[in-house]
C-alpha cells in the first residue's frame, strides 16, 4: 500500500530480526515500535464510533490504555487513537492465530514537527516467528483503518471496505511463519492465562516452561508421542489390526483397492457397511449406512479418490464418543452429534436452516462458524429420521444434517466426562498406550458410553494423533488440566542474574560451581561462554547475550540457570525471561559511573528481587 503524506506509519525500532524480550510490565516478550501520524483528522466523536464498532462486531472491546494523558492535555485524542490501533492490531493478529494475548502499551506519545503530528512509542508482543515486514504492516493497516474510519464524509473508510482489507491481510499471513494451527494458538493462550512461559522454536512448534520444565509441542501432542505412534494412527486399518490382536475391540473390516473387491468385501460382511479412505482423517470421504449395492459405487470411488487403500466396514450402531487421553490418563469425554439444528415447534427445517445461515451470515467473515446445509446429503439424512424439508420438528427436537460428526462438517457435542464407564476408560487409555501415544483422542463408537464396550458391542473407531483440543467451550475448559499433567509447577527453573563483568563473571561461577559439586545439573552462560555442568559447550561465537540465555531455556537438562549480564546491548532486545529470582549488581569500580550499566541495573531490579553490590 503506497503511503502519502499525512497518513500513519509504524515502524519497529532496532535492528532487523532482533529477538523481542522481556521489559518490566511485559507479560509477553515485546517487540518497540514507532507510530507517526497526522492528528489533525482525529475527533472524539469518531474515535468513539470506531470503538463501538470494535466492541459490537469484532468482539474487541475498548481499554483505557496506560499512561493516558488526561482529557485536556493536547495528545488525548490522539492517545486514544493508538489504543485504538493497538485494539484492532490486537484482533488481526488473534484472527490469524498469531499468539500475540496481549494489546501492548503506550510508552510515550507528544507532538512532533511543530504540533501538527504526533509520535507515539509502543511495546507490542513479538512477532513469535512473523517476520519483521508483516509486523509491521499489520500495524500500518490497522493504524490507517482507524483514522479513515472514523471521520465522516469522502475521505471514511466504509464497513464494508474495512471488511474486505482485513479479510485480505488475514489472507496473505495464512500458513506463513508466525501463525500456529487452531489448537496451537488455545493452547498457548492457556498457557498465557495461566501465567506459564512460553517461546516459539520452529515449524508450529511450542516450548512452554523453562530448561527441565519445559513442555514441547504442536497442536495437542508432545514429546511423549513417539513417532511410531503417529504412523500408525495415520492407517486405520493397521491400528484396528493392532487393537485386535491386543483384545481390544475395533471394527470388523476388510481392505480394497478396486471396486470389485468392494463389492466382495460387502457381500462377505453384510449390509449395512461403511466405507472410508485407509489414511484420511477430518471425515473426508466417509460413507456411512450404506443398505444396498446401489450406493456402494460411487462410495468407493469417493474414498478411492483420497486413498489408494479403501476400508469396507461392518456398520457399528451408535454415536461416536471422543475420549481424550492426555499424559496416559483421561481428560474429558464427548458425544459428538452430527450437525444439527433444533426444533422450535413453528418453523420448518428448511427455514430453520435459513435462520441459522442468516445469522452465521451477519457475523464477521472470518468469526463465522460452518454453514448448516440444505444439500442432497442433508436432504437424505433428514428422510432417515422420518422426516422432510417442509417438516415442522418439536420444539427442542435435534435433526441431524449430517450422518456423523466431523472436523470436516462440525458437530453437536456434550460433556459425558462423568458418565463414562471405567471399563471404557481403561480401554482407551491402553488402545493410546498400544499405539505410542500419551496425548490421543480415542473415538469410542457405542449406543451409551456408561455401559461397558464389551456389553453393548462398543468399537474403537479410531485412535487419533493430535487431536483437535480447545475448540470448543468443552474441550477449553479442560486446557488448564492439560498444561498442569505436562508443565511441571510454574514451568519456571530458578534463574539468578549477576550484572557487570568481571566482579560478576567471578560471582557467578562461584554460584555455578557450588550448585554443581552438590549434583545440580546447572548451567551458566555469558558473553562468549556457556556451561552446562563444568563441561564448556562450543557454540557459534557471534550469539548473542540473548540467544545463549535463549539456547539454555531451549535445554531441557538444566535445572538452575546461572547469567552474567555482561553486555549492555540485553537493554535493546530486553531478556528471554519474565522473572529473575535474584538480581545481583556487582559493578567494577571503573564501570559504575557508566549510564548504559546503570539503566541496565535499573531494569534488572524491575524483573527480579535485587542484592547490590556495586560501590556506592
Same mark, same amino acid.
Given at each position: ?6 497518513e500513519p506509519?509504524a515502524?519497529?525500532l532496532?535492528p532487523?530480526?532482533?529477538p ?17 501520524f497526522?492528528a489533525r ?11 463501538h464498532?470494535?466492541n459490537?462486531?469484532?468482539a474487541?472491546?475498548w ?7 488526561p482529557?485536556?492535555h493536547?495528545?488525548a ?11 484492532l492490531a490486537?484482533g488481526?493478529?488473534?484472527?490469524a492465530?498469531?499468539p500475540?494475548?496481549?494489546p501492548g502499551?503506550?510508552?510515550f506519545?507528544g507532538?512532533?514537527r511543530?504540533?501538527m503530528?504526533?509520535?507515539?512509542r ?5 512477532g ?7 509486523l509491521?504492516?499489520?500495524?500500518q ?8 474510519g472514523?471521520?465522516s464524509g469522502?475521505?471514511g473508510l ?14 496473505a499471513?495464512?500458513g506463513?511463519?508466525g501463525?500456529?494451527s487452531?489448537?496451537s ?6 498457557a498465557?492465562?495461566?501465567g506459564l ?7 508450529g ?6 530448561g527441565q520444565?519445559a ?6 501432542n ?5 513417532a511410531?505412534g503417529?504412523l ?8 484396528a ?7 481390544l ?18 457381500r ?10 485407509? /489414511?484420511?482423517?477430518r471425515?473426508?470421504?466417509v ?6 449395492p ?6 468407493f470411488?469417493e474414498?478411492r ?6 476400508l469396507v466396514?461392518r456398520q457399528?450402531?451408535g454415536?461416536?464418543?471422543?475420549i481424550?487421553i492426555?499424559r ?17 415447534g413453528r418453523h420448518?427445517?428448511?427455514?430453520l436452516i435459513?435462520h441459522? /445461515? ?5 457475523r ?7 454453514p ?22 418439536a420444539?427442542g427436537?435435534r ?29 482407551a ?10 496425548n ?7 449406543t451409551d458410553i456408561s455401559?461397558?464396550?464389551?456389553? /453393548? +458391542? ?8 493430535a487431536?483437535a ?7 477449553r475448559?479442560h ?11 510454574d ?9 557487570g563483568?568481571?566482579?560478576?563473571a567471578?560471582?557467578a ?9 552438590h ?6 552462560t555469558?558473553? +562468549? ?10 557454540q557459534?561465537?557471534?550469539?548473542s ?8 531455556l531451549m535445554r531441557?537438562?538444566?535445572?538452575d540457570l546461572?547469567?552474567v549480564a555482561?553486555d ?8 528471554p ?6 538480581v545481583?549488581?556487582a559493578?567494577?569500580?571503573t564501570l ?16 527480579g528481587?535485587?542484592?547490590?553490590d556495586a560501590?556506592?
Open positions: 500500500m503506497k503511503r502519502s503524506p499525512g506509519i515502524k519497529l532496532g532487523p530480526d532482533s523481542g524480550g522481556y521489559r518490566p510490565g511485559d507479560r509477553q516478550q515485546s517487540r518497540l515500535m514507532r507510530l507517526q497526522d483528522h482525529i475527533d472524539g466523536q469518531g474515535l468513539e464510533r470506531v470503538a464498532w470494535l459490537e462486531r469484532c474487541l472491546h481499554a483505557v490504555p496506560p499512561r493516558l494523558p482529557a485536556e493536547p495528545s485524542l490522539p492517545a486514544r487513537f493508538v489504543g485504538l490501533v493497538l485494539l490486537h488481526i493478529r488473534q484472527w492465530r498469531n500475540a494475548f496481549e502499551r503506550l510508552l506519545i507532538p512532533i511543530g504540533g503530528r504526533h509520535e507515539a509502543v511495546a507490542v508482543p513479538g513469535y516467528g512473523l517476520p519483521d515486514h508483516r509491521e504492516s499489520i500495524y493497516h490497522a493504524a490507517l483503518m482507524v483514522l479513515r472514523q471521520p469522502e475521505s466504509t464497513e464494508a471496505s474495512i471488511i474486505d482489507r482485513i479479510s485480505t491481510i488475514l489472507s499471513l495464512r506463513r511463519p501463525v500456529v487452531a489448537t494458538f488455545q493452547v498457548l493462550n492457556a498465557w492465562q495461566s512461559p512460553f517461546m516459539g522454536l520452529a515449524g512448534i511450542s516450548q512452554i516452561g523453562w520444565r513442555f514441547r509441542s504442536d497442536r495437542s508432545g514429546s511423549d508421542d513417539g511410531i503417529a500408525v494412527s495415520q492407517d486405520k486399518a493397521l491400528t489390526e493392532l487393537l485386535t490382536r491386543a483384545g475391540p475395533a471394527p470388523v473390516h476388510r481392505v480394497v483397492t478396486t471396486l470389485d473387491e468392494a463389492r466382495t468385501a460387502a462377505v460382511l453384510g449390509f449395512p457397511i461403511v466405507i472410508k479412505p485407509a /489414511n484420511r482423517d471425515g473426508e470421504g460413507t456411512t449406512r450404506i443398505d444396498t446401489g450406493p456402494l459405487d460411487a462410495a470411488r474414498a479418490q483420497l486413498s489408494k487403500r479403501v466396514e457399528i450402531e454415536v461416536c464418543h471422543r481424550f492426555a496416559g490418563q483421561l481428560l474429558y469425554v464427548v458425544r459428538r452429534d452430527p450437525q444439527s439444528i433444533f426444533g422450535d420448518s427445517i428448511h427455514s435459513e441459522a /445461515n442468516a445469522l452465521e451470515a451477519a464477521l467473515p472470518w468469526m463465522r462458524g460452518e448448516y446445509p440444505a444439500d442432497e446429503l442433508a436432504v437424505q439424512t433428514v428422510f432417515e429420521q422420518g422426516l422432510d424439508m417442509a417438516s415442522i420438528p420444539a427436537r435433526v441431524a444434517l449430517r450422518p456423523i460428526e466431523s472436523t470436516r462438517w462440525g458437530g453437536v457435542d456434550t460433556d459425558l466426562t462423568a458418565h463414562i464407564h471405567p471399563d471404557n476408560t481403561r480401554a487409555i491402553e488402545a493410546a498406550r498400544l499405539i505410542g501415544l500419551s490421543a483422542g480415542v473415538d469410542l463408537i457405542t455401559v461397558p464396550w464389551y456389553q /453393548n +458391542g462398543g468399537v474403537i473407531n479410531e485412535v487419533n494423533f487431536p483440543l480447545g475448540l470448543a467451550d468443552i474441550s475448559s486446557l488448564p488440566e492439560f498444561l498442569r499433567r505436562h508443565v511441571a509447577q514451568g519456571r527453573i530458578p534463574i539468578h542474574m549477576f550484572v563483568r568481571e566482579q560478576a567471578r560471582q561461577d562461584q554460584r555455578h560451581q557450588a550448585l554443581c559439586a549434583g545440580a545439573r546447572a548451567g551458566l555469558r558473553t +562468549g561462554l556457556t556451561r552446562v555442568g563444568l563441561h564448556a559447550l562450543p557459534r561465537p557471534e550469539m547475550l540473548f540467544d545463549r540465555i535463549h539456547a539454555c531441557t537438562d538444566i535445572e546461572t547469567i555482561d549492555p546491548s540485553i537493554l535493546e532486545s530486553g531478556l525471561v519474565d522473572r529473575l529470582d535474584t545481583q549488581v559493578f567494577d569500580e559504575s559511573a557508566d549510564v548504559q550499566w546503570q539503566a541496565l541495573a535499573r531494569m534488572m531490579r524491575k524483573l528481587p535485587v542484592r547490590t560501590p556506592h
